[in-house]
């Protein structure tokens, strides 16, 4: 689970970790970002945060990036999962290139540099949903860089039509709202069943975003004559 904004001071922390199901444990919290992840799964191997160049000018709001490796323990694959926030207002889109490089270096010069990358957040930029037109250069570089927006892979989408941001607007049935939040994997999973906003539980300006993937082929049912 990767959270943004989700305060810095320790009550705030306290009240996210009292809120969690008891299987969940905090990979880490830095500068309002934070990473948990289910302890039954996985297995927390390493840590860590980097701040993006623009983060003297937003020390409000903490641009930093935070990441946890984690190691799943059925597969004993490690995914590196990293949690965005890159910097708002549409006169800004110079700096959000900016930060996405510096997140894309930082992650090559991690040791044992896992295959698989997730990168999630709040882009402040639009993914694979508009016209070549408008989107945004984040999204390029992501995609030049070998990264794929999953909801570009998903069997069933579910309240795309939502906007992800403010008031949750409709778009018409069929279409994908304005998305400024998003999931990025680094290698084509084998299946994303399930991309969706469950909106009605929204308790932010911000959609929650939801990504069911399969990272391997799922066993196939053998059924006796």
């Known amino acids: ?73 059925a597969s004993n694959e490690t995914f590196t999962f990293v949690s965005v926030h890159l910097s708002s207002s549409r006169e800004k889109w110079k700096k959000r290139e900016k930060e996405i490089g510096v997140i894309l270096n930082t992650l090559k010069r991690l040791d044992n540099f896992p295959e698989t990358v997730v990168i999630g957040g709040d882009f402040n930029s639009f993914g694979p949903i508009r016209s070549p037109k408008q989107r945004s250069g984040v999204h390029s570089i992501l995609s030049s860089a070998g990264y794929t927006h999953m909801i570009a892979l998903a069997d069933e989408k579910e309240n795309t039509n939502l906007s992800s941001i403010r008031r949750l607007k409709s778009s018409r049935p069929g279409t994908i709202g304005t998305h400024l939040d998003g999931i990025y994997m680094s290698t084509e999973p084998s299946e994303v069943k399930r991309y969706a906003l469950p909106g009605k539980n929204r308790v932010s300006d911000h959609a929650f975003v939801v990504a069911e993937v399969f990272t391997h082929p799922k066993p196939i049912k053998r059924v006796r004559d």
């Open 1 to 73: 689970m990767l959270l943004q904004e989700a305060g810095t001071r320790n009550y705030h922390l306290i009240q996210l970790d009292t809120k969690m199901p008891e299987n969940y444990e905090q990979a880490i919290s830095y500068r309002s970002k934070a990473i948990y992840y289910n302890s039954d799964k996985f297995s927390n191997v390493d840590v860590n945060g980097a701040p993006l160049p623009t983060y003297h000018h937003h020390a409000g709001h903490g641009r930093y990036i935070v990441y946890a490796a984690l190691r799943n323990k």
